[in-house]
């Protein structure tokens, strides 16, 4: 089975990485850390790390100074659940799923449905012509075979997942197609000169991300990006549904303004901000974004230098390429649940014991982020990263399997405790986890608290 080292090693040299970085790094810890039969906290290690090493590699291109990096593998992980961690003045989360989230049988098999947003538990529900309570949907579910109401589900506006094996996920015309498309796309999409770099004492300080994202993967990106410098500004809208909890925890270190892009003004208003930034970070489903003006070539027309960062629930290519979802419908989909369930003795699907995909999906997008900026930096051009939740769960599925992983006891309050800090936040007092990357010269930390959505104006802060 490939170390760490290896995993990381591999992803690095695909984007360009030069292996002489590679020693600069120290990864301490040992698999498992959580009860699962896959390599979900080395995927946490090596994704954090990839991220690390790229903001030195950065930081060494604007001040000449080399510096040591070291990711401990159960702080990592204890990272990549930092929602489950977050306390709001010595509050815990409230309940993460709607009533009726979740898995529910049906005449061949199981579904997953993500219903937190109220118009997907609309969709369902009209699909199903059922009122939204558990007990209806079970019983209108077992009408349906599991893969024709995936389908109608979906033509519906609703996000679902039907239960398929590995084996069968792998058969699936989707499968197929993203079978020969990296974990990490990074494509030149115009001609700009080189940007310099602006003053700072921190790797990305001066850089200008626009953060349009939700949920966890893509708002994990932007406060990656934040916690080695960038100014990250946050755009969302006074009617896009979010979780909140997820808001406070992934809003770290980020201005965040309200920006209705539905109208001519809005979209002014972003295009202004566009042509000042130098990363553009978007997650939203395929198209959405786009189709107001907004696509990798529109930004590159804007602003020539550009970097343009996709994320995707299922890639770019093949006939899911349009599909919306969420970690824990692409782990449904995919093989992940079937797998787990059956590691365990358990008739039916088990999640991973972390949201795995969305996270390990934001580090793998703030690492190609930096890579294609320093990129820019060297050799001009305006470019184009595009990273899924699919293919990232691909990488994950080829890492391997752990014997007896499932044996593993779960992380208890007091493993977890070394990793926490106090900070104060527009919510209140945060206890929330540090970032588990140790950087030498440049230590990772978020300059600016955590504020409700909308709370700043939508403009970017001078330079320092």
């Not at 590995?166 to 115009?190: C, E, M, N, R």
């Not at 970070?281 to 198209?287: E, F, N």
């Not at 550009?306 to 599909?323: C, D, K, M, Q």
């Not at 890579?371 to 990232?392: C, D, I, P, Y």
Request: charged content about 20%; glycine content about 10%.
């Amino acid at each position: 089975m490939q170390s760490p080292q290896g995993i990381l090693r591999d992803i690095w040299t695909s984007v360009g990485g030069e292996t002489s970085a590679l020693d600069a790094l120290t990864l301490t810890g040992d698999e498992p850390q959580l009860p699962s039969s896959f390599r979900v906290a080395a995927a946490a290690q090596v994704s954090v790390a990839a991220t690390a090493l790229a903001a030195t590699e950065i930081w060494k291109m604007r001040s000449g100074q080399a510096q040591r990096v070291t990711v401990d593998m159960r702080h990592a992980v204890v990272e990549c659940r930092s929602e489950r961690y977050l306390r709001v003045d010595g509050k815990p989360p409230p309940p993460a799923w709607d009533a009726i989230a979740g898995v529910y049988k049906t005449r061949d098999g199981f579904v997953r449905l993500h219903t937190n947003f109220p118009h997907h538990r609309d969709a369902v529900c009209k699909v199903l012509n059922c009122k939204p309570e558990r007990d209806a949907v079970q019983a209108a579910l077992m009408q349906w075979d599991g893969e024709a109401f995936e389908t109608s589900a979906y033509a519906g506006g609703g996000v679902v997942a039907f239960m398929r094996s590995h084996d069968q996920w792998s058969a699936t015309p989707h499968a197929k197609a993203l079978a020969g498309v990296p974990l990490i796309s990074i494509a030149k999409i115009g001609e700009a000169a080189p940007k310099p770099w602006p003053k700072g004492d921190r790797p990305l300080a001066g850089l200008r991300v626009l953060d349009l994202s939700r949920v966890i993967a893509g708002p994990v990106a932007g406060r990656t990006l934040a916690a080695h410098g960038a100014d990250v500004l946050l755009i969302s809208g006074p009617e896009l549904p979010a979780i909140p909890w997820l808001t406070i925890d992934t809003g770290r270190g980020k201005l965040t303004s309200f920006v209705e892009l539905k109208n001519a003004q809005g979209r002014s208003v972003l295009r202004d901000l566009l042509a000042h930034a130098d990363i553009f970070s978007q997650g939203y489903r395929p198209r959405a974004i786009p189709s107001l003006g907004f696509s990798p070539e529109d930004a590159a027309r804007i602003n020539p230098g550009i970097i343009y960062v996709t994320l995707s629930a299922y890639g770019a290519a093949g006939p899911w390429a349009e599909r919306r979802g969420f970690d824990s419908l692409v782990q449904t989909a995919t093989g992940f649940n079937h797998a787990e369930g059956q590691a365990a003795g358990v008739d039916g699907p088990k999640e991973l014991p972390a949201q795995m995909l969305d996270h390990a999906t934001g580090y793998i997008m703030a690492f190609g982020a930096m890579m294609a900026k320093a990129r820019q930096a060297r050799e001009g051009g305006s470019w184009h990263v595009q990273v899924s939740l699919a293919q990232t769960g691909r990488w994950l599925w080829n890492l391997g399997r752990v014997a007896d992983g499932l044996d593993t006891r779960d992380l208890t309050g007091e493993a977890v405790t070394p990793f926490i800090e106090e900070i104060p936040s527009g919510f209140g007092a945060l206890r929330s986890v540090r970032h588990s990357a140790i950087l030498s010269k440049t230590p990772a930390f978020w300059a600016r608290p955590a504020m409700p959505l909308g709370s700043h104006p939508p403009q970017w802060p001078p330079p320092a």
